[in-house]
Each structure stands twice: as C-alpha cells, then as structure tokens.
C-alpha cells in the first residue's frame, strides 16, 4: 500500500434491488402521504358534519339529499379520499418501475453495485455500475434515517446515499448511529427503535 493511500474507517457494498427501491421510495414520500391522508380525512369530517346536519334537515323539513351542497360535498370527498389513498399506495411501485427502466436504458442492467468508503473527512461513493465517483463532506448532510434495511443520508442539493444495512464490513449498527451521531452533529437524525 503506498503512503499516500488512506484507509477507511469502514465500508458499505449495496446492490440495489426492486426491494430496495421500493424502501427507498416509500421512505422519501413518508411525509407527503401523511399529509395527503391528514386533508383528506379533514375533507371527509367536514362534509360528515354537514351529512349530520343535512339529515336532520331532510328528517325535519322533508327535503331531497341529492340538492343539498353537503351531500355533493360528503361524495366529493369519498372520492378525493380514495383518489389519494390509491395515489398514496401505487405511486412507490410506479417510481421503482421508472428507476428500474432507466437503469435498464443507461447501464444494461436494473441492478446497480455501489461501494461507500467512510473515511474521517468524507464519504467517498463508487458506483460500480456506471464508473462514477462521487465524495460527500459529513456536514453536506442534513437529515439521516434509518428504515428497515437502510440508512438514507440526505444532502441539501436532494441527493440521498443509500446504505444497505447488511452491507456494511466489520460495523455493527449501533456503532454506525454513534459514528453519524459524532460526524453530523447539525443533521436531523430519525433512527429506528431498537427492537
């Protein structure tokens, strides 16, 4: 080994699957689809509100549903319920398919081979697929989660490295939080619980 070459603290090898897309993908929408179900379930008590008081309107005076804004207002927001309910479910597996596709068109192949080396300064990524380098300083990252099989260390720019949880050589998980814990002390940090 020459002098100049450093060593890594430790090191990540992820090999991206439709599994892992789909974590991925799911992971990144997880704030917008609780706010999408948060409207629509305001929608839905706002027009069961004005169901209530369209009944005992109807009860007491006789009058049709179908005239009543409250009623196009109750079906409106059945629909807008279920609309963004589906778009909440089908939307993750439509972006891995997309992902896929294009990795498909670019590469030859829908599987990409990534290798992260955790230096003390910077995290240098190699993508074994495409023959790209890239190296990002720990404070480039604002936000760090962990999911079920990943840690995501989201930049400002939007970028997002992934790391396979089984991925990682001679580093425990615990170990990993602490070591991110020390290096991005200003990111926001969201870890799993530990079972």
């Given at each position: 080994?020459?002098?100049?070459?450093?060593?890594?603290?430790f090191?990540?090898?992820?090999?991206?699957?439709?599994e892992?897309?789909?974590?991925?993908?799911?992971?990144?929408?997880?704030?917008?689809?609780?706010?999408?179900?948060?409207?629509g379930?305001?929608?839905?008590?706002?027009?069961?509100?004005?169901?209530?008081?369209?009944i005992r309107?109807f009860?007491?005076?006789g009058?049709?549903?179908?005239?009543?804004?409250?009623f196009w207002?109750?079906?409106g927001?059945?629909?807008l319920?279920?609309i963004?309910?589906?778009r909440?479910l089908?939307?993750?597996k439509?972006?891995?398919k997309?992902?896929?596709?294009?990795?498909q068109?670019?590469?030859?192949?829908?599987?990409m081979?990534?290798?992260?080396?955790?230096?003390d300064d910077?995290?240098?990524?190699?993508n074994?697929t495409?023959?790209?380098?890239?190296r990002?300083?720990?404070?480039?990252?604002?936000?760090?989660?962990?999911?079920?099989n990943?840690?995501?260390?989201?930049?400002g720019?939007?970028?997002i490295?992934?790391?396979?949880?089984l991925g990682?050589e001679?580093?425990?998980?615990?170990?990993?939080?602490?070591?991110m814990?020390?290096?991005?002390?200003?990111?926001k940090r969201?870890?799993?619980?530990?079972?």
């Open positions: 080994m020459e002098e100049n070459e450093r060593k890594p603290i090191t990540n090898t992820l090999h991206t699957s439709r892992i897309y789909l974590e991925l993908f799911r992971a990144m929408r997880k704030t917008a689809n609780i706010v999408i179900c948060v409207i379930a305001c929608f839905f008590v706002y027009a069961c509100y004005h169901l209530v008081q369209l309107s009860t007491y005076y009058e049709s549903f179908a005239s009543e804004p409250a207002m109750l079906t927001s059945i629909a319920w279920v963004l309910l589906v909440v089908l939307t993750p439509r972006a891995v997309r992902q896929m596709r294009m990795n068109e670019s590469y030859g192949t829908e599987q081979e990534l290798e992260m080396a955790f230096f910077a995290i240098e990524l190699h074994r495409s023959k790209s380098e890239l990002f300083l720990y404070p480039s990252f604002k936000k760090v989660t962990e999911t079920e990943l840690f995501l260390l989201w930049t720019q939007r970028q490295v992934v790391l396979g949880k990682f001679n580093m425990d998980i615990p170990g990993f939080r602490a070591f814990d020390e290096k991005c002390p200003t990111a969201k870890w799993k619980k530990a079972d």
